[in-house]
């Protein structure tokens, strides 16, 4: 008998850890698909916000889905419907206000961000029991993501890269010359609505990935490091969607081997992506501004102010 349960024992123990390798084995792949969707989302959107200089606005937008997220913790409803309503009066306040005379845009979103993250961490002292589950929605928890986050994230990849696509002129236009865009008829208040919308909902679909604050790093780092290895929009797109999805797949697979954040390996990987290329950029990395300086002189050969790059569009 004692050997009899000795071996039921050993057999029950092999199916409970056969069946839980196959369920990380399930959730690494999930999470290693999601991180391929919101590498591309992030890269394609992040080089309009990068050269429209949105880095300060996406941060708020990140600190303002908090609350959202709180909310719709707290009352049980869908956690990307909470986010993307209060991205999306967010969005609305910071256009209303960056119209009105007098009203700096930098102003308005500060606001934003301040009001929106202090919000967030009123409801979530208001609600006790909820602090260890929404902490998940700060940093992220890329490995616990499902398979309506997947949809989710596919249909939002889908969806900018079908905006980013269709709208390619107007948004190049009001970007370098939003008065002659104005002046040729488009609607520069309607295009940047549309843009500010879709970083709320990037922002919204990366939160099961590397969480609110952490999405700031995802979005404009591998296309602030695009930017410095070539003026080119279609070329400076490619890289940024290269280097979103190698940071995604890179820092998942650091977590795992070192048993960390996910989502801290996934922003820290993007960020040394850009350190690498502000020291390795050919155009405007340290060493090669170096060397130029170095044949050429300190002043010469560049354009007065500074030398600021110019973009070429296909």
Same mark, same amino acid.
Request: net charge positive; charged share 10%; proline share 3%.
């Given at each position: 008998?004692?050997?009899?349960?000795?071996?039921?024992?050993?057999?029950?123990?092999?199916?409970?850890?056969?069946?839980?390798?196959?369920?990380?084995?399930?959730?690494?792949?999930?999470?290693?698909?999601?991180?391929?969707?919101?590498?591309?989302?992030?890269g394609l959107l992040g080089v309009?916000?990068?050269?429209?200089?949105?880095?300060?606005?996406?941060?708020?937008?990140?600190h303002a889905t908090f609350p959202?997220?709180?909310?719709?913790?707290?009352?049980?409803?869908?956690?990307?419907?909470?986010?993307?309503?209060?991205?999306?009066?967010?969005?609305?306040?910071?256009?209303?206000?960056?119209?009105?005379?007098?009203?700096?845009?930098? @102003? $308005?979103? =500060? *606001?934003? &961000? /301040?009001?929106?993250?202090?919000? !967030?961490?009123? +409801? %979530? #002292?208001?609600?006790?029991?909820?602090?260890?589950?929404?902490?998940?929605?700060?940093?992220?928890?890329?490995?616990?993501?499902?398979?309506?986050?997947?949809?989710?994230?596919?249909?939002?990849?889908?969806?900018?890269?079908a905006a980013l696509g269709a709208?390619?002129?107007?948004?190049?236009?009001?970007?370098?010359?939003?008065?002659?865009?104005?002046?040729?008829?488009?609607?520069?208040?309607?295009?940047?609505?549309?843009?500010?919308?879709?970083?709320?909902?990037?922002?919204?679909?990366?939160?099961?990935?590397?969480?609110?604050?952490?999405?700031?790093?995802?979005?404009?780092?591998?296309?602030?490091?695009?930017?410095?290895?070539?003026?080119?929009?279609?070329?400076? @797109? $490619?890289? =940024? *969607?290269? &280097? /979103?999805?190698?940071?995604?797949? !890179?820092?998942? +697979? %650091? #977590?795992?081997?070192?048993?960390?954040?996910?989502?801290?390996?996934?922003?820290?990987?993007?960020?040394?992506?850009?350190?690498?290329?502000?020291?390795?950029?050919?155009?405007?990395?340290?060493?090669?501004?170096?060397?130029?300086?170095?044949?050429?002189?300190?002043?010469?050969?560049?354009?007065?102010?500074?030398?600021?790059?110019?973009?070429?569009?296909?």
């Open positions: 008998m004692p050997s009899l349960d000795l071996a039921l024992n050993q057999a029950l123990n092999q199916a409970l850890n056969q069946a839980l390798n196959q369920a990380l084995n399930q959730a690494f792949n999930r999470a290693l698909v999601e991180a391929v969707l919101i590498g591309a989302a992030t309009q916000v990068v050269l429209r200089r949105l880095s300060f606005f996406t941060m708020a937008m990140t959202g997220v709180v909310i719709a913790a707290v009352v049980g409803v869908d956690l990307y419907l909470g986010g993307a309503t209060a991205g999306v009066l967010a969005a609305l306040a910071v256009v209303a206000l960056s119209r009105r005379r007098g009203h700096d845009p930098s @102003t $308005a979103t =500060a *606001v934003a &961000l /301040a009001a929106g993250f202090a919000l !967030g961490v009123v +409801l %979530l #002292s208001a609600q006790r029991g909820f602090t260890k589950d929404l902490t998940a929605y700060l940093v992220g928890s890329i490995l616990t993501v499902t398979t309506e986050d997947l949809y989710v994230a596919v249909a939002v990849t889908v969806i900018v890269a709208g390619h002129k107007a948004l190049t236009y009001t970007a370098f010359d939003r008065a002659g865009a104005r002046a040729a008829g488009y609607r520069t208040t309607a295009i940047d609505l549309g843009l500010l919308l879709l970083i709320s909902a990037v922002v919204v679909t990366a939160v099961p990935a590397v969480g609110t604050i952490l999405t700031l790093a995802l979005v404009v780092a591998p296309a602030g490091a695009a930017r410095l290895w070539t003026d080119r929009i279609a070329t400076m @797109t $490619a890289v =940024a *969607v290269s &280097l /979103a999805v190698a940071s995604t797949i !890179g820092g998942l +697979l %650091l #977590s795992r081997s070192w048993d960390v954040a996910a989502g801290a390996a996934i922003s820290l990987v993007a960020t040394g992506c850009f350190a690498a290329s502000m020291l390795a950029g050919p155009r405007r990395g340290l060493l090669a501004r170096w060397l130029r300086r170095r044949h050429r002189g300190p002043d010469e050969g560049f354009p007065p102010g500074g030398g600021r790059a110019r973009i070429l569009v296909p």
